[in-house]
C-alpha cells in the first residue's frame, strides 16, 4: 500500500548533503502544492559544480545557494521543468554566474489548449525561460565533473525532465515522483496519459533513490513508483465507478471522491479528475459529446 512521507526538515536558510557531492537547499516557500518549499540542489566537486531547479527569487534563498555553491564556477543551470516555483531566481543565478540554461525546453501545455484554460496555466508556468540548450531524452552530458543523463519524464508538464546523477543510483524526479504526495497532474499543462507512461519508465529503470522537488528523500523508488501507478488504477476505477452511479460532471464526482478533501483542495482535484477523464476518453472507457473539458459531461462507454 503506498504510503507518504510528511517528516521533512527543510533547514531553510542553509545546505543539507543527500548524497556524495550532492547539496540540497529548500526554499522558504512552503504552501498546499510545494509542501515545505522548493527544493534546489547544487551538485559537483572542488573544481565546479551546477544548480538544478534554483527555485523561486527570495533572498534568503539566493543567500544559501551562494553559500552552497562556494565560490566554484557554475557550469549550468538545470532546469527539471519551467514551474515559476522552480524557476523564478534562474535570472539572478544567471545574471551572478553566467552559466547557460539548460533542460526540456521552453513551457508548453500537453495538448492544445481551450479557450478559457490560457490564464490558468500561465498563473504557474514561466514563459520567460530562455534556454541556451535543450536536451533530448536520453542525453548525456557532464557537469560539475559529473555524469548527467535526460530522461523525458512528462505528465507534470510537458517540459518534465528526470536526471540520472553519477554512477551511484541516483536520481532527481523533479516534481514527478514525491516521496510526500502523489503528483498534480493538470491539463492542459499535464497529461495523466504522458504520466502514466513517464512512471512505467521510471520503473524499469534502476536507481536506489529520488531527490525530488519537494520533500525529503524517496527511498525504495520501484515500490513506491508501483504504489503511484496503483493509487492512480485505484483512483481510474473510481472514476469509472461513479460514472455508472450516474455522475455526469467533474463537479459530482469530486463531491463523492474527495469528500473528506479541504474544500479549498477541490478545484485542483477537479483538474485531476479531468486529467483521468481525458485519458478513459482516449481509451475509448469514457465518452463525452465535444472535447474533454472541465464542464463536459461524461458517459462510460
Given amino acids: 500500500m503506498l504510503s507518504f512521507e510528511k517528516q521533512f526538515d527543510p533547514a531553510y536558510g542553509r545546505a543539507v548533503a ?42 534568503e534563498h539566493a543567500v544559501a545557494l551562494a553559500a552552497a555553491i562556494g565560490g566554484r564556477p557554475v557550469d549550468a543551470i538545470l532546469l527539471t521543468h519551467t514551474h515559476r516555483d522552480h524557476t523564478g531566481s534562474v535570472g539572478r543565478l544567471q545574471a551572478e554566474t553566467f552559466a547557460p540554461v539548460i533542460g526540456g525546453g521552453p513551457h508548453r501545455p500537453a495538448r492544445p489548449m481551450l479557450a478559457d484554460e490560457a490564464g ?6 514561466d514563459m520567460s525561460i530562455a534556454f541556451d540548450r535543450v536536451l533530448d531524452d536520453d542525453e548525456p552530458l557532464t557537469l560539475g565533473g559529473v555524469a548527467v543523463t535526460a530522461i523525458a519524464t512528462p505528465g507534470h508538464a510537458a517540459n518534465h525532465l528526470a536526471f ?20 498534480v497532474v493538470a491539463p492542459p499543462d499535464g497529461s495523466m496519459r504522458d504520466y502514466m507512461r513517464s512512471l512505467y519508465r521510471l520503473l524499469a529503470r534502476d536507481e536506489r533513490v529520488y531527490l525530488p522537488g519537494h520533500g525529503g ?3 525504495s523508488p520501484a515500490a513506491f513508483v508501483r504504489g503511484l501507478i496503483d493509487h492512480r488504477h485505484g483512483r ?24 473528506d478533501v479541504d474544500p479549498r483542495l477541490h478545484p485542483a482535484a477537479g483538474l485531476s479528475v479531468l486529467a483521468h477523464l481525458e485519458d478513459l476518453v482516449a481509451r475509448g472507457m469514457a465518452a463525452t459529446p465535444g472535447l474533454a473539458s472541465l464542464t463536459s459531461a461524461y458517459t462510460p462507454t
Avoid: K
Fill in 18 to 59: 543527500v548524497a556524495d557531492g550532492i547539496l540540497r537547499v529548500t526554499a522558504r516557500n512552503p504552501g498546499p502544492f510545494t509542501f515545505r518549499g522548493t527544493n534546489s540542489y547544487v551538485i559537483g566537486g572542488a573544481n565546479g559544480c551546477f544548480v538544478v531547479d534554483p527555485g523561486p527569487d527570495e533572498p
Fill in 120 to 125: 490558468r496555466m500561465e498563473a504557474s508556468a
Fill in 164 to 183: 540520472a546523477i553519477g554512477t551511484d543510483g541516483v536520481l532527481l524526479s523533479g516534481d514527478h515522483v514525491m516521496a510526500w504526495s502523489t503528483t
Fill in 217 to 219: 528523500v524517496v527511498e
Fill in 236 to 259: 481510474e476505477a473510481a472514476i469509472m465507478a461513479r460514472l455508472a452511479a450516474g455522475d455526469r460532471h467533474i463537479t459530482q464526482i469530486v463531491a463523492a471522491l474527495y469528500r
